[in-house]
């Protein structure tokens, strides 16, 4: 059972950064990608990027390309998303998610952290 752990979410000025972690734990070689999505309240969850843990591939959502970069220490079964010049509209609960394939679709990961909020609000 692959246990999944946010952190680095928080309250943050537009034009701000953050860097989210995802601390997983009980990873075997079959969890093969990690990524990050996220839900703002009332809407759907968005998927942001995902990356391979051994390899370090990565896919995003074209409308978090310049903005957004994923990262993983592999052998720290971590990885982040460093976010710069935050906009109010990124404000939701970031969540990251394991799987078998690097792929956008929420229902190809099987294991979801909880979630860390991020807050964009001058």
């Known amino acids: 059972q692959v246990h999944l752990v946010e952190s680095g979410g928080g309250l943050v000025q537009p034009g701000g950064s953050l860097n989210l972690s995802c601390a997983a734990s009980?990873?075997?070689?079959?969890?093969?990608?990690v990524a990050w999505f996220r839900q703002a309240k009332g809407k759907t969850p968005e998927f942001l990027a995902a990356?391979?843990?051994?390899?370090?591939?990565?896919i995003y959502a074209d409308f978090v390309k310049d903005r957004f970069t994923i990262s993983r220490d592999y052998l720290k079964n971590t990885a982040y998303l460093q976010m710069n010049t935050l906009k109010p509209e990124d404000t939701a609960l970031y969540y990251c998610?394991?799987?078998?394939?690097?792929?956008?679709?929420?229902?190809?990961?099987?294991?979801w952290g909880q979630g860390t909020q991020v807050t964009v609000s001058s």
């Open positions: 998610a394991d799987g078998r394939r690097l792929v956008r679709y929420s229902t190809e990961y099987d294991y």
């Open positions: 009980g990873r075997t070689d079959s969890t093969y990608a």
């Open positions: 990356i391979t843990w051994r390899l370090g591939d990565t």
